[in-house]
């Protein structure tokens, strides 16, 4: 609108007046003493500039960093596997299969460069073809300002500059407003809509001896423990374990180098045993349902400590409310346990609540204690595992040997509830004996009939 004076004004002020007289009238001829104002220079000024502001968005700018940062790890990571092989490998015993975990590494990463460079090739492109833009504004609008006898580019510019402080000004005293909290169900992740992968898969040190068992990463580590791993198998009869095996990286993990094992007691089945394979890592404890009872185990593996917390005592345990199929009853899987962005959950089914699941938030304390509860209407044995993501509960059943499908989820802020999901998990073994989300690097970490497995979740 001002902008629309401002061309008036520029147009009619410079001019020259010449009055002559003709016989009896007066006449007056304009002359313009400064050629026309090129509005049209203007306008396409604004129209690419506009143009380069859509093009480098903060959002592209990330892209470029996580990708960045993601590879920087990846390349520490691959440094440090070569470097402890190369200290563990002084037998000769290792070599073939070190050579060729490195070399699956090398070539994700190889993959990864590629993906950057062509990121790079982008921005390159984009930040050249912006420089020459940027260059011809700058020459157009210099030419514009010749225009300018009235200084009002110069007085706007002012205005401009005045209001640019008023707006820093303003912000400054937004900044010292608490940081606006996520919600769970809403971390900025996006929809989930597919999981691809394996991404990983093997065997563990314990060949197939045994069907059940859990592994993974801590959560939340402690500082200088981001990589470890761990790993642990039920070997009395599927249903008890008692000791945690812990690897410094997951190439020492797929090689079975350097474990170290930590006892929750000596032997099984005894008070405190780990009971059925759905546990999970957080903090440096161990979550589990206690043995033969229908409590919550915290084993603090530093101080080798147990602390548990009762859950309600209609709560189904001992396999009466286990995940199942018209196949297979996943024995002694009444509790399952999940990590996400907010911590640590327990899945489990009561008689009042008719079966159905039910999910309660554990506040990580010693001892721990029971937070929030939701009752869902998932009768528990039609799912085969569950698993959570940024406070949103989602449910396997099992379709046939090659295929796991998640087909419901609970989101615990909205408390809405879907049975509708159709997202397929390829399976390289018939059974998933646990299933748990990473939402440091957002896998599902998987240990099916002997096989430890991970999945790529990818969200819209
Ligand atoms: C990056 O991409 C350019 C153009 O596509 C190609 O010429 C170059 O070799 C690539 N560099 C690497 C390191 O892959
Ligand atoms: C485990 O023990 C350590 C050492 O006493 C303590 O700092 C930590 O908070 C404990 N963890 C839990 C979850 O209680």
């Known amino acids: 609108m001002s902008r629309c004076n401002i061309f008036i004004l520029m147009i009619i002020i410079p ?86 975990i490195i070399e699956l590494e090398f070539a994700e990463i190889q993959d990864l460069l590629n993906k950057l460079n062509m990121t790079t090739n982008d921005y390159h492109h984009l930040n050249v073809q912006t420089v020459a833009q940027l260059e011809d504004m700058k020459d157009t609008m210099a030419e514009l300002e010749k225009f300018d006898n009235m200084l009002v580019i110069k007085k706007d510019r002012e205005n401009q500059r005045v209001k640019r402080d008023l707006e820093q000004c303003k912000n400054e005293l937004k900044v010292t407003l608490p940081p606006p909290t996520v919600p769970p169900g809403r971390c900025g992740l996006g929809q989930m809509v597919s999981v691809v992968g394996p991404r990983t898969y ?7 001896s045994y069907p059940y068992g859990a592994w993974g990463r801590d959560a939340k580590p402690a500082p200088g423990d981001e990589n470890k791993y761990w790993l642990v198998v039920l070997t009395s009869s599927n249903v008890y374990g008692y000791y945690v095996r812990q690897y410094s990286t997951l190439s020492t993990l797929l090689l079975g180098i350097g474990p170290k094992d930590t006892y929750i007691s000596s032997s099984n089945p005894t008070t405190n045993t780990i009971q059925g394979s759905n546990m999970v890592m957080y903090a440096n404890a161990l979550y589990y349902n206690c043995y033969y009872t229908y409590s919550v185990c915290q084993f603090n593996l530093t101080t080798r400590a147990v602390s548990t917390v009762a859950l309600p005592s209609d709560t189904g345990y001992n396999s009466k409310f286990p995940f199942a199929h018209l196949g297979t009853t996943y024995s002694y899987t009444d509790l399952d346990f999940a990590t996400d962005e907010s911590g640590v959950y327990v899945i489990y089914a009561t008689t009042s609540n008719f079966g159905n699941v039910v999910i309660s938030k554990i506040e990580t304390s010693n001892p721990p204690v029971l937070g929030q509860t939701w009752k869902t209407s998932l009768y528990k044995t039609t799912a085969t595992n569950t698993f959570m993501v940024c406070g949103v509960l989602y449910a396997t059943r099992y379709l046939d040997k090659e295929t796991e499908q998640i087909f419901y989820s609970y989101d615990t802020k909205t408390k809405e509830e879907r049975f509708d999901l159709k997202i397929n998990i390829k399976k390289m073994q018939t059974n998933i004996e646990f299933l748990n989300y990473d939402p440091r ?20």
Do not use: W
């Not at 190369?86 to 073939?96: P, Q, S």
């Open 441 to 460: 690097d957002h896998l599902l970490y998987v240990y099916s009939d002997a096989y430890i497995l991970t999945y790529e979740i990818i969200f819209q």
């Open 202 to 208: 093997s065997i563990t040190v314990y060949s197939t």
């Open 15 to 100: 001019l020259a007046f010449f009055q002559s007289v003709r016989g009896k009238d007066c006449v007056c001829d304009l002359k313009n003493s400064d050629p026309a104002f090129p509005e049209q220079k203007l306008t396409k000024v604004e129209t690419i500039s506009a143009q380069c502001i859509g093009s480098i968005t903060s959002e592209r700018m990330t892209d470029l960093d996580r990708l960045l940062l993601g590879l920087q790890q990846r390349i520490k990571q691959l440094e440090d596997n070569v470097l402890m092989l190369e200290k563990e490998d002084d037998r000769n015993l290792y070599g073939a299969v070190s050579v060729r």
